[in-house]
């Protein structure tokens, strides 16, 4: 009987053991599916961003390889729809006597006249995100944001960067185009 007892005591002790490996097994098994969770939800946010940067990145190389300045404000406005979120903007640049003309942009923004001010130093930016151009360091017009989509976040730090971006590059892109149409033309001209 006391052999008995021993081998049921071994067994017990054995059972626990093997109880006690199940529990750090099954423990070890929540972490590692929590962490597979956790990096395929990393996965997909990778996925996504780098589907946004890749979509920057074609749209910006449209505007810098833009022929004319219809074709660069194109992408201006693409970079605005598609990356930004918005569809109610317009793009101004300061003509002669300083005032803004609009040569882009769509939605209510566009069609309101009084947000054609003067000159830049009448434009409201209270509720509106203004976006400066620049060539080099001078100022020569803006893109104003009234609103992004209504399915989309609010503006964000990435936003930021694309609109610096666009701040940047954007009007001297559609400069750009606009020369590289006038010297094709006289290059044309001349061959003829």
């Known amino acids: 009987m006391s052999s008995t007892i021993t081998e049921l005591r071994i067994l017990r002790n054995e059972l626990l053991e093997a109880h006690r490996e199940l529990t750090r097994l099954r423990i070890q098994n929540e972490q590692l599916m929590a962490s597979n969770r956790d990096l395929s939800t990393l996965l997909v946010t990778t996925e996504g961003r780098s589907g946004e940067l890749v979509k920057i990145i074609v749209a910006f190389r449209r505007l810098l390889e833009a022929h004319d300045s219809g074709t660069a404000l194109r992408s201006v406005e693409e970079i605005l729809i598609n990356v930004i979120g918005t569809e109610d903007f317009a793009v101004l640049l300061i003509g ?3 005032r803004l003309l609009v040569v882009g942009g769509m939605g209510p923004t566009l069609k309101r006249s ?3 001010p003067p000159s830049l130093g009448t434009l409201d930016a209270t509720e509106l ?3 400066p151009l620049y060539i080099l360091e001078n100022l020569v017009g803006v893109i104003v944001i009234d609103h992004v989509l209504p399915h989309r ?3 964000n730090a990435n936003d ?3 609109l ?3 701040s940047r590059f954007a009007a001297t892109a559609i400069m750009a185009a606009e020369h590289k149409k006038h010297w094709t033309k006289i290059a044309l ?3 003829s």
Request: charged residues 35%; hydrophobic residues 50%.
């Open 96 to 98: 002669e006597s300083d």
């Open 114 to 116: 009084e947000l054609v």
């Open 129 to 131: 995100k203004v976006i």
């Open 153 to 155: 976040d609010p503006l």
């Open 160 to 162: 930021d960067q694309v």
């Open 164 to 166: 610096t971006l666009l």
């Open 189 to 191: 001209a001349e061959v």
